[in-house]
């Protein structure tokens, strides 16, 4: 009876349907489901139908010099996964240190994607921590047969350089597109979104040293008009700081399905500060509102922001009637923040919290100040039970 009982128990794994066996499969590093087998011998090949194929150099030997002959072992790898594989892969995704030496085994393993129209997610994070390689080779130029995989929902890509082949037809299923430190002029960058006609999430995020290549600046007026469809936009300062400043009294209601705006900036930006009330601006239904300001001023220079008070004219038409959080990190409690809070609160009816993280350099005097502005009923409120929370 032991021995049947634990031979039952064994066959429990390989009993298992197939689908069942390819979820199971799903949620591991490809690294770890080539060496199923381990477990049974009927998981053996069960890789090669996984809809889903993630590859992270992070599993690479960590040791410089073995680091540097793995890489080209791992997509070498990767391009053999590929041929093997005999099912739809429906999300592909690739984290690796990339530079020159593997550019044309990453063209080859594009070049075979580009051939399948299941793919509906794709993440490509190129990246380089090494200061040398990235003054000689800083992104990855993405070849154009990439542009013809027109079936794509999801597209994530980091250090890229994307420039548009002549005959682009666009990406008409993409609903979520996210670019990291990407090199890409303006007009390409409009381009681009014009041809997402059903995009409903934007995310543009870079660093200080990677920053958006936009040539000729465009404002925000512009590139909303390439965002129709979209509910969640995200845009780093870095980025909001290189688009022209727009026209605040001509400004129209384009962004209208727009329902959560996340923006990094600094208020002591004039520039800045009209790009973010722009869009909220043009975006009556939003929901939520998140705001992460620069954690050192000092290094935006002096503060050269008039005061909102002065602008408020400019804003007499704002209606945020559907907002119902407002979240801003590192407040310093400088006047152009204080007078941003209290704008928003003025114009939302529905708001019911207002979350304010502040700097570290604020000190306990200013926070009771700060606790006292916001908790009088010294100013406009369009709402009068919203949750303050002011918090470090």
């Known amino acids: 009876m032991k021995g049947k009982g634990k031979g039952n128990s064994q066959d429990r ?20 489901a ?7 011998k009927k998981w053996r090949h069960c890789w090669k139908g996984m809809p889903k194929l993630v590859f992270d150099d992070k599993y690479l030997n960590s040791s410089s010099s073995s680091k540097e002959i793995n890489k080209y072992k791992f997509v070498n790898a990767i391009f053999h996964v590929l041929m093997l594989h005999n099912g739809p ?9 990339i530079d020159t030496e593997i550019v044309d085994q990453i063209d080859q393993i594009i070049l075979h994607l580009s051939k399948s129209k299941n793919i509906k997610k794709l993440i490509c994070k190129f990246w380089s ?11 990855y130029k993405l070849p154009s047969v990439f542009f013809s995989l027109h079936g794509l929902e999801h597209l994530h890509l980091t250090h890229c350089i994307i420039e548009l082949p002549l005959k682009f037809n666009g990406f008409i299923t993409l609903r979520s597109l996210e670019l990291c430190n990407v090199n890409i002029t303006v007009k390409t960058l409009q381009q681009l979104l014009t041809n997402c006609p059903i995009l409903e999430e934007f995310i543009l995020i870079g ?32 980025y909001i700081k290189q688009f022209a400043k727009g026209s605040m009294q001509k400004l129209p209601t384009l962004l209208v399905h727009l329902r959560i705006l996340f923006l990094d900036l600094c208020f002591l930006k004039q520039d800045e500060l009209s790009n973010a009330l722009s869009v909220i601006s043009c975006s009556p239904n939003l929901e939520k509102i998140k705001i992460e300001l620069c954690w050192i001023h000092k290094l935006c220079g002096e503060e050269t922001c008039k005061d909102l008070l002065d602008l408020q004219d400019d804003y007499l038409g704002m209606k945020l009637d559907h907002l119902e959080e407002l979240e801003i990190n590192s407040f310093h409690n400088y006047a152009p923040e204080m007078e941003f809070v209290k704008l928003i609160m003025a114009k939302s009816p529905m708001l019911k919290k207002a979350r304010i993280e502040l700097n570290s350099d604020v000190s306990v005097d200013k926070e009771n100040k700060i606790l006292r502005d916001l908790l009088r009923l010294t100013f406009p409120r369009a709402s009068l039970g919203v949750d303050i929370i002011v918090e470090r």
């Open 129 to 139: 921590n090494d200061v040398m390689k990235l003054l000689f080779f800083k992104r």
């Open 89 to 97: 892969v429906s999300e592909f995704s690739i984290s690796i240190n």
């Open 207 to 238: 660093s200080q040293n990677n920053t958006f290549a936009l040539g000729n600046k465009c404002t925000f007026l512009e590139l909303s008009k390439c965002l129709p469809s979209v509910q969640v936009l995200k845009i780093s300062k870095y």
């Open 13 to 32: 794994i390989s009993a298992l349907p197939q689908d069942t066996i390819e979820k199971i499969l799903t949620h591991m590093p490809i690294r770890d």
């Open 34 to 40: 080539l060496r199923t087998s381990i477990l049974s």
